[in-house]
Nanobody, 129 residues
C-alpha cells in the first residue's frame, strides 16, 4: 500500500499562517502528480494546489493561488504547502494525494478527487478567531 504521511496543521487565527508537509513513498515520488485537497464539513473534497514533481509545475485553485505556495523537497521525498493569510473558509481536513500520470493529464485532472488512487490520512486545519 502506497504511503502518504501528512504533518502540520492545527488552529490559527484569521490572517495567520500554517505549513503542511506530506512525506511520499519513494516508489511514487518521481514524475508524479502530487496535490493537496481539502474537505470542509458538509462539502465535497476540493483541490487546493498541485505540483508535478518531474519539473516543478504548480497549479492552484482560484481561492488559494495568491495565498498558498506548494513546493517539493526532493531530498526528503516530500511536498509542502505554505498557507498564508488564512481565512475561516480555509478550515477543513487537508489531504495529500498522489497519482502517477503523464504531465498533461496531471494538468487537466489534478483537482478531480475521484480519479486519485493514493491518499494520506488527512490533517485538520482550523481558522477561527
Amino acid at each position: 500500500q502506497v504511503q502518504l504521511a501528512e504533518s502540520g496543521g492545527g488552529s490559527v487565527q484569521p490572517g495567520g499562517s500554517l505549513r503542511l508537509s506530506c512525506r511520499v513513498e519513494d516508489t511514487i515520488y518521481r514524475n508524479s502528480c502530487l496535490r493537496w485537497f481539502r474537505q470542509a464539513p458538509g462539502k465535497e473534497r476540493e483541490g487546493v494546489a498541485m505540483i508535478y514533481t518531474g519539473d516543478g509545475l504548480t497549479w492552484y485553485t482560484n481561492s488559494t493561488k495568491d495565498r498558498f505556495i506548494i513546493s517539493q523537497d526532493n531530498a526528503n521525498r516530500a511536498i509542502d504547502l505554505q498557507m498564508n493569510s488564512l481565512k475561516p473558509e480555509d478550515t477543513g481536513v487537508y489531504y495529500c494525494a498522489a497519482s502517477q500520470v503523464p504531465r498533461f493529464i496531471c494538468i487537466s485532472t489534478w483537482n478531480r478527487a475521484f480519479e486519485v488512487p493514493y491518499w494520506g490520512q488527512g490533517t485538520q486545519v482550523t481558522v477561527s478567531s
